[in-house]
Structure formats: C-alpha cells, structure tokens
C-alpha cells in the first residue's frame, strides 16, 4: 500500500471506554499526510454507539481535512448497528481488505 493509505486495524470489543482512543487514532493521522484510511474491523466482536459516534466524528474531522474514510470486514453486530442507525448509507464498507484494494485504490 501507498504511503497516503493508512489501515486501522480494531479488534475486540469497542465502546465507551475505548472509543475517544480510536478517535484520536484516526485524527492524528491528520498530521502524517495520510489522504485515505481504512478501518479493518475483521478482528472486533463488538461495537456500541458511542463506537459508531467516534467514527463518525473522525469521518466528518478528516472529511474536511480531505481525507477519506473507508470501512471493510464488519461482523453481523457492527452491520445492523450501521443499517439501524443509517450509517451504512455515510459510510463506505468494504468486504475486506482486498476488495478495497482492487476498486480504491486500483483507481486512485
């Protein structure tokens, strides 16, 4: 992957009492000219909303810095959290990894 591609990998169970440090995770990437993340989430068993409510301040935070967004390998859980909440339609969500490669970053 490209220098401007940086991959989060979230494992476990993510909410209220980890969710600012994955905020903070995502925005600082802000400062090292990172122009795309993604979020892998194949490993994490749960999230709550305060989970969902931190990625989407760090989507809107680096949406105006430029930067985009991406998210691949939900479980079934953090899916039906997203189509509940309407997130699915914000975010864009991959499959996998792979999948992500071959459609972003084969066109940029």
């Given at each position: 992957?490209?220098?401007?591609?940086?991959?989060i990998k979230?494992?476990g169970?993510?909410n209220?009492?980890?969710?600012?440090?994955l905020?903070?995770?995502?925005?600082?990437?802000?400062?090292?000219?990172?122009?795309?993340?993604l979020?892998?989430?194949?490993?994490?068993?749960?999230?709550d909303?305060?989970a969902?409510?931190?990625?989407?301040l760090a989507?809107?935070?680096?949406?105006?810095a430029?930067t985009k967004?991406?998210?691949?390998?939900?479980?079934e859980?953090?899916?039906?959290?997203?189509?509940?909440t309407?997130?699915?339609?914000v975010?864009?969500?991959f499959n996998?990894q792979?999948e992500?490669?071959?459609?972003i970053l084969a066109?940029s």
């Amino acid at each position: 992957m490209n220098q401007q591609v940086q991959v989060i990998k979230l494992s476990g169970i993510i909410n209220t009492a980890n969710s600012q440090e994955l905020r903070e995770e995502i925005t600082h990437l802000l400062n090292s000219g990172t122009k795309i993340v993604l979020v892998d989430c194949q490993d994490v068993i749960f999230m709550d909303s305060s989970a969902l409510g931190a990625l989407v301040l760090a989507f809107k935070t680096l949406r105006a810095a430029g930067t985009k967004l991406f998210l691949c390998s939900i479980n079934e859980q953090v899916r039906i959290l997203f189509e509940l909440t309407g997130m699915d339609k914000v975010f864009e969500i991959f499959n996998n990894q792979d999948e992500f490669n071959e459609i972003i970053l084969a066109n940029s």
